[in-house]
């Protein structure tokens, strides 16, 4: 398997990983988009794409070789601006695969132009709340108003790096994580509010795309996806 990677600058002092992986030449070019959490580091689904595509998977700021701060509007701009890059050093635009946060990244840049050819839609949260209770949202949004970053929600992270995900790496000191996502302090207020006041994906997308719904959850649906996408050498 073949791996590169270079650093894409989407403004001065700010760095995106953009990892790429391919078992050989002359493969059809994806971009592929993961939940919040996730960042260009292989794993099953980039393995098993990896054998039919050429994968190209960014790191959201501040994860993996990433720097900068997270919000909801960086996460889109940087995804615009990893399918601009590929397309310039491929002539075509890339595939797209989107999972929960990163479906919603796609859905959104596909509602300003095509980035890709085509897409794959894994449990996209079109509206980027859909999933969270409504006493869990109001009490969000009533710290949020507060410029608080309420205790529950650290205690939550802690709860998921323990128990569900990857334990998060070079979280800075008072600062929280999610699995490969860190926040330094002060920066995790400016995330919530951007995902807090993000309208839904409401305008039509500018590319055909494939939606797989996962219905009240989204946890399991990394495989089986690239059998979605033309295999190599289709039209």
Not at 22 to 51: F, N, T
Not at 122 to 128: D, E, K, Q, Y
Not at 212 to 229: C, D, E, P, Q, V
Request: hydrophobic residues 40%.
């Amino acid at each position: 398997m073949r791996e590169t990677h270079v650093i894409l600058e989407p403004e001065p002092g700010v760095g995106v990983e953009l990892r790429t992986w391919a078992a050989r030449d002359a493969l059809p070019h994806v971009v592929v988009a993961k939940g919040l959490g996730g960042c260009a580091s292989p794993d099953r689904l980039i393995d098993e794409l990896a054998q039919h595509y050429t994968v190209h998977c960014f790191s959201p700021r501040a994860s993996g070789l990433s720097t900068g701060h997270l919000t909801l509007d960086h996460y889109v701009g940087d995804l615009m601006l990893a399918c601009a890059h590929v397309e310039a050093q491929t002539g075509s635009k890339p595939l797209g695969v989107g999972h929960s946060f990163g479906a919603f990244a796609f859905a959104r840049a596909l509602g300003l132009r095509p980035v890709v050819s085509r897409v794959v839609l894994m449990a996209p949260l079109l509206n980027i709340m859909e999933q969270t209770p409504s006493l869990v949202a109001a009490h969000l949004r009533r710290h949020v108003q507060h410029g608080r970053v309420p205790w529950s929600l650290r205690l939550l992270a802690g709860i998921y790096n323990t128990f569900i995900g990857p334990t998060s790496d070079g979280v800075p000191g008072g600062g929280a994580g999610i699995a490969q996502q860190r926040f330094a302090p002060g920066s995790m207020l400016p995330f919530l509010r951007s995902v807090l006041d993000s309208a839904p994906c409401t305008q039509p997308l500018t590319a055909p795309a494939l939606v797989m719904l996962a219905g009240k959850g989204n946890t399991g649906l990394r495989i089986g996806t690239w059998h979605s996408l033309p295999p190599s050498g289709a039209r």
